[in-house]
Structure formats: C-alpha cells, structure tokens
C-alpha cells in the first residue's frame, strides 16, 4: 500500500519523533510506514487519517496490481 | 512540542527487567549451589530449594508480558514473528539432541537436550535481528 505520510509530515515540518508522539507509536513504526515495509492497522491509518484531517483513501492508496485485481 | 516518547516508562521497565533477572541469577545459582553440595536436609525443604527459582521466573514473565503489552503494533508482530520463528527452532533442537541421546551419550552436565532452554533466549533474540531487519 502507497502513502503520502513522509508528505504530510513534511508539510508541517514534523520529525518521525513528532509524528511518532502524535500518534503514540514508536518512530520506527513511522519510519516502516513511510517507507511502506509496515501497512499499518486499521485503527492507526484512522488516527494518520484524523491527525492530517484526511480520510484514509486520501492518504494510503492500494498497489497498482491490488487496484487491477479490483477493477 | 515534543520530539521524543516518555522514556521514563522505558527505564523503568528496564529496572525492573534488571532488577528480577539478578533475583533469578542470584536464586537459580543459591538453590543449584544447596543441592549440588547435598547438605543434609528434610524433603521438604529441599523441594522448597528447588523450587525457589520459580518464583523470579514468574515475575520474570509478567514482566515480559507487562513490556509486550507496552508496545506499538509494529513492535508487537516484529516479537510475534519473532517468536512463531524461534519457537520451531527450538523444538528442532530439542529433538535433534533428542535423537543424538539415542545413538551417542551426551554428557548431562555440559551439552544435552536439558540444555536447550538456556539457548532459548539467543534463538528469540537472533530471530528477533532477523525479523526487524524486514521493516527497517
């Protein structure tokens, strides 16, 4: 799953430290996130989702082959 | 803002984590140290040796299980993974020496399949390595 965590995050100039703090997991999973090796559970894409004022479509967006399959 | 977790939780966990590992160390060697000498004794109380070290390993495991609870999603299936690995290689030892006791006698005292708890924990932790090395 594709995200657009390291730009949003950059947007307002966070660390993955801030990020980390804001959503109460450690930077490590931040930095797995952004670099897309973690998908995260449904229940932190929520909170990235209500942190950044975004729905979770707008944020993670599935594979392009996920999206084939779907289509 | 803040740039960094609370890690006074951390510290802590690790005190206590030091803390019972020591009560372990210091109890398992006393209890070993007892029986091995064969001071003379009633049953009782040397069942009650024995069975000192259980004690500090329980506390040990409610303190890993206090730490596990304590952690993120990603941390918690990194130990998980972790573990579903370790697990069988474990009881791969265990019946490797197992088997090994059929055809050739180990010596009880240095390198037999009633050591294979002590290599436990390096199993977890190499597997541990292993597993983070996927999200980093």
């Known amino acids: ?71 | 803002m803040k740039t960094r977790t609370a890690s006074a939780p951390k510290r802590k966990s690790l005190t206590r984590g030091i803390v019972i590992t020591a009560m372990w160390i210091v109890t398992y060697f006393a209890a070993r140290f007892v029986l091995d000498k064969g001071f003379p004794a009633p049953q009782g109380v040397k069942i009650a040796t024995a069975l000192l070290p259980i004690l500090p390993t329980a506390l040990f495991l409610w303190a890993v299980v206090s730490a596990i609870r304590g952690l993120d999603e990603l941390h918690r299936k990194v130990h998980l993974e972790a573990v579903v690995i370790a697990f069988p290689l474990s009881i791969l030892m265990l019946v490797t020496l197992g088997f090994l006791q059929l055809a050739v006698e180990l010596p009880a005292e240095n390198f037999s399949f009633r050591h294979v708890w002590a290599f436990m924990p390096a199993i977890y932790f190499g597997c541990l390595v292993f597993t983070w090395r996927r999200y980093q």
Do not use: C, M
């Open chain 1, 1 to 71: 799953v594709k995200n657009s965590l390291r730009l949003l995050r950059a947007e307002r100039d966070w660390t993955q430290a801030d990020l980390a703090t804001h959503l109460g997991v450690s930077r490590q999973t931040v930095n797995a996130v952004e670099t897309e090796k973690y998908e995260p559970s449904l229940s932190l894409a929520f909170k990235i989702a209500k942190l950044f004022g975004k729905s979770i479509e707008e944020i993670f967006e599935a594979d392009a082959i996920e999206n084939e399959k779907t289509a």
